[in-house]
């Protein structure tokens, strides 16, 4: 764990149909049930798997802050949004 941050999977995003682009604004989107951890990244119409979908087993966070993070990168995040897991369609 490096200051407080566990990774927990890698995902290859060039191996995405939908790629993202430098200097673009992106959607992600991130749902966490249980120990259930899925997220989707610029989700199209006729594909809306999620690009990571794991269970964190070992030591699953049930409750606290959520927090963002790049590597090696600059990036800014705007409306973000927290909703409970009841009111976001499944």
Request: glycine share 4%; no cysteine.
């Given at each position: 764990?490096?200051?407080?941050?566990?990774?927990?999977?890698?995902?290859?995003?060039?191996?995405?149909?939908?790629?993202?682009?430098?200097?673009?604004?992106?959607?992600?989107?991130?749902?966490?049930?249980?120990?259930?951890?899925?997220?989707?990244?610029?989700?199209?119409?006729?594909?809306?798997?999620?690009?990571?979908?794991i269970?964190?087993?070992?030591?699953?966070?049930?409750?606290?802050?959520?927090?963002?993070?790049?590597?090696?990168?600059?990036?800014?995040f705007?409306?973000?949004?927290?909703l409970?897991?009841?009111?976001?369609?499944?």
């Amino acid at each position: 764990m490096e200051n407080g941050w566990k990774q927990l999977a890698v995902v290859d995003l060039a191996k995405r149909p939908n790629k993202t682009e430098n200097d673009t604004w992106n959607l992600l989107r991130v749902a966490v049930e249980g120990d259930r951890i899925r997220a989707w990244l610029n989700p199209v119409q006729d594909d809306t798997r999620p690009v990571l979908d794991i269970r964190d087993n070992k030591n699953p966070i049930l409750k606290g802050a959520i927090g963002l993070r790049v590597f090696d990168r600059t990036a800014w995040f705007d409306d973000v949004v927290v909703l409970p897991a009841t009111e976001i369609s499944r």
